[in-house]
């Protein structure tokens, strides 16, 4: 089931390709193909026992069974949420560029699926090997995505963000081998009980965190985004911040808590420090920006950093809040960008001074609008607001003054978000060209209403959502709390 998730819209690509010849039908395929997998990726949501931490519909065939690599497949409670959030915002990302991309559609349509894809088999991968394919095989697509339906920059923004992930991953390539090598097998599972001495793991720890660093991304790696996030279309921008920034986060989880906890343990001061960097660094950067997509670029490097606070916490709450707000970052930033692409569409600009007095003209745009502003800022009852709660109280139970350096980011988090909002929506209309825009299409609010919901669902019940990973988070936490040196190796702070 797991491989029919991960690779039904790979041949729903190949299938455009091969068979279909006019732009609509290729949009009708990708879209049909897209929200298929996300319904059956729903059936692994019914199917999954949220008691348990092992993983679940294991797959596992051998590929080079002499040098310990094989086909694994399996996820657990916490790499099923990013699974069906991939699957989630696909068919909304197709939908969005139903109008607004209109040259090489076919192959647009392509690129996005193969992206699909292979995020959905990165989550999935129970083989480094075999997640080291998928995840640089990731880089191709959106590097198209970025480099050919992009903006005037986007060749320059392209191979940055390939060079920056490629550079990281050939770091990540070296620690994998020196793992495999050390442990007879690249089994993820198997590794996470592999004896390794506190200088290796350290080693390992710094080549996987060039990696994972860059994509989350981490200050001082961060500039790649605010420049792929501007040039990207709208779509793009959306699964770039809902997904991808999520891949880093997601291997501090999977690989470096399990499987090099002494020297994971000893870096969390480093990682708070370049935590709290992007949380207020970024978020005073943010208040000076005129464009809207460099705007909400930078809010995501900022949440980002709230979210390794959080995993470095090590605790329940540290923890369980990262990957919920990580669900809600995916949704929000999303929808925010959506948001940029709705008007951007109708004025073809994103200068923030160049809008003024939008809610006349747009009232139910601004409405929803308004909503996900204030679910950026972590408002009571909306999603954020419960993903920060538990990040800061994981952070105040680790490192009080890590606590409240990072609380700061929510006060800058609000002015800049409200600023923005202000000059955007509110005030005398700016110009003829606002006065002529047209409120949201049927299409347009159909993309924002499923990110509607899960604002509210999350915001006033999200048992559900944290029952999906907590026994999963309580295994890692016994993971990452295990001596495998022989020597405690705890940092002090």
């Known amino acids: 089931m797991l491989s029919l998730v991960t690779f039904l819209p790979l041949v729903g690509a190949l299938v455009i390709l091969l068979a279909i010849r006019s732009d609509g039908a290729a949009r009708t395929t990708a879209l049909g193909v897209s ?43 916490i790499s099923l949420p990013f699974v069906l959030l991939t699957t989630f915002l696909t068919p909304i990302c197709l939908l969005a560029s139903w109008e607004s991309v209109q040259k090489r559609v076919r192959e647009y349509l392509m690129a996005f699926l193969a992206l699909e894809s292979f995020v959905v088999g990165v989550f999935c991968a129970l083989d480094f090997i075999l997640f080291y394919v998928l995840w640089e095989a990731m880089l191709i697509p959106m590097f198209l995505i970025i480099g050919v339906w992009g903006g005037p920059n986007r060749v320059y923004a392209a191979l940055k963000f390939f060079l920056y992930t490629l550079a990281g991953s050939v770091l990540m390539l070296v620690a994998i081998l020196s793992l495999g090598y050390a442990g007879h097998t690249f089994s993820v599972p198997a590794l996470m009980a592999l004896p390794l001495s506190f200088s290796f793991q350290v080693w390992l720890f710094l080549g996987l965190f060039a990696s994972f660093a860059v994509k989350v991304p981490m200050w001082p790696v961060h500039t790649w985004l605010p420049d792929a996030h501007v040039e990207a279309p709208t779509a793009g921008s959306v699964i770039l911040a809902g997904i991808l920034l999520k ?8 690989f470096s808590l399990p499987i090099l906890p002494d020297a994971s343990r000893f870096f969390i001061p480093l990682i708070f420090g370049l935590s709290l960097v992007a949380v207020v660094y970024t978020a005073l950067v943010a208040l000076m920006q005129k464009d809207l997509k460099k705007l909400v670029a930078y809010s995501s490097v900022s949440h980002m950093g709230f979210v390794t606070i959080g995993i470095f916490a090590l605790n329940q709450q540290g923890l369980e809040g990262s990957l919920l707000q990580m669900i809600n970052h995916g949704i929000v930033a999303g929808a925010l960008f959506l948001a940029v692409g709705v008007i951007y569409d109708r004025m073809h600009t994103r200068e923030i001074a160049r809008f003024g007095g939008v809610a006349h003209v747009m009232p139910v745009y601004a409405v929803i609008f308004m909503i ?51 000059r955007v929506v509110f005030g005398p209309i700016g110009n003829d060209e606002v006065r002529a825009m047209k409120d949201l299409s049927a299409r347009e609010v159909a993309l924002f209403l499923p990110l509607l919901v899960l604002v509210f669902w999350i915001g006033f019940y999200p048992g559900p959502f944290l029952n999906l990973f907590h ?19 705890l940092a002090p702070f």
């Open 247 to 254: 891949m880093g986060a997601y291997g501090f989880l999977r």
């Open 35 to 77: 929200l298929l997998t996300f319904v059956i990726s729903l059936g692994l949501l019914n199917g999954f026992d949220t008691s348990t931490a092992r993983f679940q519909f294991l797959e596992e065939v051998e590929w080079l069974p002499e040098y310990g690599i094989a086909y694994r497949m399996g996820v657990d409670g």
């Open 372 to 422: 996900f502003t204030m679910a950026s800022v972590g408002l009571p009852g909306t999603n954020s607001f419960v993903g920060e709660i538990l990040i800061l109280l994981g952070a105040f139970l680790a490192n009080k003054a890590v606590a409240m350096v990072a609380a700061t980011g929510l006060v800058f988090g609000a002015a800049y978000m409200l600023w923005m909002f202000k």
């Open 471 to 489: 026994a999963s988070v309580e295994h890692l936490l016994t993971q990452a709390a295990v001596v495998k040196t022989g020597a405690v190796t």
